[in-house]
């Protein structure tokens, strides 16, 4: 694989792990007041997908899709903006972490209600589909998402109509603090599911960013070809607490071994040791990448901090769009 | 040009000159393509506009709600049919989670502009889940617009308005109504969101009702009539937002109030036009304002106990009456008789939906 590519998938993996490690340590200041749910440990999924778009390609995802959200190259400023509660954010205040839109990459949103963006995405495609555009829309979805009715009604339609979507899987094995293993059968297998419903499937490992970048590319191959719609699912696991800066493994609800043994196959160190490893890439880069990466994030928090907030008038705006003049 | 042409007619004329004017519109639900044709509002469009734009879908509401707002926020205009308002209870999510804050939520960068015909009914034993009358719960979402047509000429011009409109709209129409008679223009025409339609003007007493409920409230007003009670019928069209201006001006000008809803008695349509009109001209009201409504139980099915269940006109002059403080009186005393059962519309209905 050519070096640029290596880099740039190394790159934006450090970053997403490292705006959300600055996201976690300034949350106790209190003012990023509403719930945030960190990607930190699952990047390689987002990045690997991602690398493999087109700008005008769509995205939506579910809500811990600060990395669907960057890794689309969703905008930083508007992301920590809206964070804060801020007019200059991308949803202007009215979404928080759970509601990102970038529209200027066609990251068309995410929503925290599980499995809500899986057919909102099916249409998108479908619309694309309508108008004889030839666009793939990713649909990015936790494990727990795969046990709404949706998750299958999604399937069954966009197989039916060869839709051009791609669902990403992400199995962190937790949905809260409800281990997989109290809400699916052990036999159960998504990619059997996804398969019955005559859609393409595949797994790789969902913390090397390589495989996930080799898999995402045969489906979106698949998908580009016009032969139907493709489900890829990968393994993974989040860091910190379901929802918050901290970490929570102290409840008891997942055991320290486990999350060590998680750690040990982080994909931002894991990959970096490679590349270091096979030459690909130089301390000096790295380090030269995590300034420039810090202060990128510095300007975002400032620009986020000294954005004014929404006018109080905005709780009324738009609750309806306006109807267009001379229709 | 304008001719009669029954409701469910003016609803298929609508489709079908939307689908020709406007690329992006498509029409999708169970049914929609099939020899019956959603009670015939669907019938030859499949072969005029191709299965591309007129098509069958899964049994899947929810999921197939999603599917048409993803839609929506890429430039398309779905147009979503149920034939019965109780199977689409299983796309609340989408529609209240995603569709009717969709604008709201992402700052006003995307818009939902969707339609959902949502058929309401009574009648031949429907039962309870294949009867009930939802307009209360949507019009009590943000972020959704609810219509509710009661004469050909409305069906096929707010149909028209909702196609238009950059909102969700769900378009309520009683089963009842499909075979109703009016004057419709051929032309392609809107029916403005929002404003209700004075059917009968009067003095003494404002009726506010809506959808196949007016059409009892004018039978009302005709032999209130007799009694020398001068009955104004605002027809409501548009659930939400609530024409307030008409209401209230009606109810200022006549200071008596009953409201007649096909829908549960709490909490619900007849409530908040009461409420409306008790907050903001209480001075106007000569009596306390009436509702005449369902009771708050589901539907029965047997015709034994449905033909108790709906009210119908002798309830609405009745609660007339007593207002004027006049004793009330058997549907034989004022001259009240039915040509059909009370289970069917007209004679036409034989069943069994």
């Known amino acids: 694989m050519d070096k640029a590519l290596l880099k740039k998938l190394y790159y934006e993996m450090l970053r997403i792990r490292l705006v959300e490690e600055n996201l976690a340590s300034l949350y106790s200041e209190q003012e990023m007041r509403c719930p945030v749910h960190l990607c930190a440990g699952q990047e390689a999924i987002a990045v690997g997908v991602c690398a493999n778009l087109k700008t005008d390609d769509y995205v939506m995802s579910n809500h811990r899709s600060h990395g669907h959200f960057l890794a689309k190259g969703g905008n930083l400023n508007e992301m920590m903006a809206e964070i804060y509660g801020k007019e200059t954010g991308c949803c202007h205040g009215k979404g928080g972490s759970m509601h990102l839109v970038d529209l200027s990459v066609n990251y068309l949103g995410s929503t925290p209600i599980v499995a809500g963006t899986i057919p909102v995405g099916t249409g998108v495609a479908f619309g694309t589909l309508l108008k004889g555009e030839k666009k793939v829309t990713v649909v990015f979805l936790g494990d727990a998402a795969t046990e709404e009715g949706v998750f299958y009604e999604s399937l069954n339609f966009a197989s039916l109509k060869k839709l051009p979507v791609l669902f990403v899987s992400e199995n962190n094995f937790y949905s809260v603090y409800s281990p997989l293993s109290v809400r699916q059968p052990h036999e159960r297998d998504n990619l059997t599911i996804a398969k019955g419903h005559g859609v393409y499937s595949d797994k790789g490992t969902g913390n090397d960013v390589l495989d996930v970048y080799r898999v995402a590319e045969k489906a979106i191959k698949h998908i580009r070809d016009g032969k139907g719609p493709a489900f890829i699912c990968f393994d993974t696991y989040r860091f910190r607490e379901h929802c918050g800066p901290n970490y929570d493994n102290k409840l008891g609800y997942r055991l320290e071994s486990e999350y060590e043994e998680w750690r040990k196959r982080c994909p931002v160190v894991t990959f970096e040791k490679k590349l270091l490893q096979k030459k690909d890439i130089d301390q000096e880069t790295i380090d030269t990448y995590k300034n420039k990466i810090q202060s990128e994030m510095d300007e975002a928090v400032l620009f986020a901090k000294n954005s004014p907030f929404p006018k109080v008038s905005e709780v009324y705006t738009d609750v309806y769009a306006e109807e267009k003049k001379n229709d | ?353």
């Open chain 2, 1 to 353: 040009m304008t001719r009669e042409i029954t409701y469910g007619q003016a609803i298929l004329e609508a489709t079908d000159q939307l689908l020709a004017n406007d690329k992006s519109v498509y029409l999708i639900g169970l049914g929609v393509p099939d020899p019956k044709g959603v009670f015939g509002t669907t019938v030859g469009l499949e072969k005029k506009h191709g299965s591309n734009r007129v098509m069958d879908m899964p049994v899947a509401e929810n999921g197939m709600t999603g599917i048409i707002l993803g839609s929506s926020l890429v430039g398309m205009r779905p147009i979503m049919t149920h034939q019965r308002i109780d199977f689409m209870l299983l796309s609340l999510d989408q529609i209240i989670n995603n569709a009717a804050k969709w604008h709201y939520m992402f700052g006003g960068k995307m818009k939902a502009p969707i339609v959902i015909r949502l058929i309401i009914g009574r009648g031949w034993g429907q039962g309870p889940q294949h009867s009930q009358s939802l307009q209360a719960l949507f019009a009590h979402i943000p972020g959704l617009k609810v219509v509710m047509p009661t004469t050909p000429y409305d069906a096929k011009g707010l149909l028209i308005a909702a196609v238009k409109d950059d909102n969700p709209v769900i378009y309520i129409e009683h089963r009842w109504l499909h075979n109703i008679f009016g004057s419709v223009p051929e032309d392609f025409y809107k029916v403005e969101i929002g404003k209700a339609h004075k059917m009968a003007e009067g003095s003494d007493l404002t009726i506010v009702s809506s959808s196949y409920m007016s059409l009892e409230a004018l039978k009302a007003a005709d032999f209130l009539k007799k009694d020398g009670i001068s009955v104004e019928v605002v027809d409501l069209r548009t659930i939400k937002p609530l024409d307030k201006e008409t209401i209230l001006s009606s109810v200022k000008k006549t200071g008596r109030l009953l409201v007649v809803d096909g829908g549960w008695r709490s909490f619900g349509v007849a409530a908040e036009v009461m409420a409306l009109a008790t907050e903001n001209c209480y001075g106007s009201l000569k009596a306390a304002p009436v509702r005449v409504t369902f009771p708050d139980t589901p539907t029965p099915t047997s015709w034994a106990l449905a033909n108790h269940y709906y009210p119908k006109a002798i309830d609405i002059i009745n609660s007339v009456r007593t207002m004027f403080n006049l004793p009330v009186k058997t549907e034989a005393e004022i001259g009240i008789s039915y040509d059909v059962p009370l289970d069917v519309p007209d004679k036409s209905f034989t069943g069994p939906f």
